[in-house]
């Protein structure tokens, strides 16, 4: 099990860094997929990392999030920043270790991902 963790109500501009605990778990290869879930919308992708590669983000939030990982503590962290009304939503961390070569877009899909954190809400407010 994941476990994401940072949410919170914040001002439009401000920051925030989420956290996906992975210790549970230990991969040599793997996708970690950052998503979101706004009220009424689906399930959206907005940061995905194969392990050995850069990340790849989702147009919406590109330039102003950044994905990283403290390997000793096996937690991954999705920095926020100039959060807008719209970055509004339950942020949740997934992890796979299906991992196939070619394009990453192939997990910008929930379906991609064997493991889910619980999410944590993140409420921006203008």
């Known amino acids: 099990q994941l476990q994401a963790s940072g949410g919170g109500l914040v001002q439009v501009g401000d920051s925030l860094r989420l956290s996906c605990d992975a210790s549970g778990r230990t991969f040599n290869t793997f996708v970690i997929g950052w998503f979101r879930q706004a009220p009424g919308k689906e399930r959206e992708f907005v940061a995905i990392?194969?392990?050995?590669?850069?990340?790849y983000y989702a147009a919406s939030v590109k330039g102003r999030l950044t994905m990283s990982r403290d390997g000793a503590k096996n937690t991954f962290y999705l920095q926020m920043e100039s959060l807008k009304p719209e970055d509004t939503a339950v942020y949740y961390c997934a992890i796979t270790n299906r991992v196939l070569a070619g394009s990453i877009y192939y997990y910008s899909s929930p379906a991609r991902y064997s493991v889910w954190g619980q999410g944590t809400q993140v409420t921006v407010s203008s």
């Open positions: 990392r194969r392990s050995g590669d850069s990340p």
